[in-house]
């Protein structure tokens, strides 16, 4: 892939490959082009030139919400409507039953801190999801990717504004994904690079294999 904003390439030949069932980290220091090739992946930005296949399908420039209905993102800022709990998991998917939304809780480390709030699902999370912590709002974000049923995840820097606790719940949950669920970290955190199979570094535009994580 190349990508140039008009200032110069920011994405020069990028060529990246996540295999089904993975977990692949991308790092790179600020502006090396992490958001611009998570923005593509998510279909947030227009493609220039070169090619996406994402679960096999090829991803032409003019098709975004194809793009966007291929994965499932947890961005650093969580977005989140006012609204309750319950509310804002079924975005992702409105017939979902409640023993869906508490099985996804669970997947992503939050369910037992959700049951001990006086409402479970019914909590309202206040606007900006101001009423829970920035770990509890981005545990539940995950939450939402899990019960989409999309089979890849894309996760722009996931632990980037949280607590340390919050964080390792985010990092066992990443870990203990199916093994049918592809996880695209873009992450300036080292404590994720311990759970990703290979770890990739943007510099000048272009992608170097670091090192092969996991054993």
């Known amino acids: 892939m190349h990508f140039d904003y008009g200032r110069g390439p920011v994405l020069d030949g990028v060529d990246l490959q996540v295999p089904i069932g ?9 502006g090396a082009g992490k958001s611009t090739l998570m923005g593509l992946l998510r279909g947030a930005l227009p493609l220039q030139r070169g090619h996406i296949r994402i679960a096999g399908r090829e991803v032409s420039a003019d098709d975004p919400a194809a793009v966007r209905a291929l994965s499932a993102t947890v961005a650093q800022r969580t977005w989140m409507f006012t609204g309750t709990i319950a509310e804002n998991l ?37 606007e900006g999801a101001m009423l829970v912590s920035g770990g509890q709002a981005q545990r539940i974000s995950l939450a939402r990717a899990l019960l989409s049923g999309r089979r890849v995840l894309l996760l722009d820097e996931p632990t980037g504004q949280i607590d340390v606790d919050s964080e390792s719940r985010i990092i066992d949950a990443i870990a203990g994904l199916p093994d049918d669920r592809t996880v695209l970290m873009v992450t300036h955190r080292h404590s994720l690079l311990r759970i990703a199979d290979d770890v990739h570094e943007l510099v000048d535009g272009r992608l170097l294999t670091r090192e092969r994580a996991r054993g």
């Open 90 to 126: 079924r975005v992702a998917r409105a017939d979902a039953t409640d023993d869906e939304l508490w099985e996804a809780l669970e997947g992503a480390n939050i369910a037992d801190e959700v049951a001990r709030m006086p409402n479970g699902l019914q909590t309202h999370l206040g």
């Open 22 to 30: 993975s977990r692949v980290a991308v790092i790179g220091r600020s």
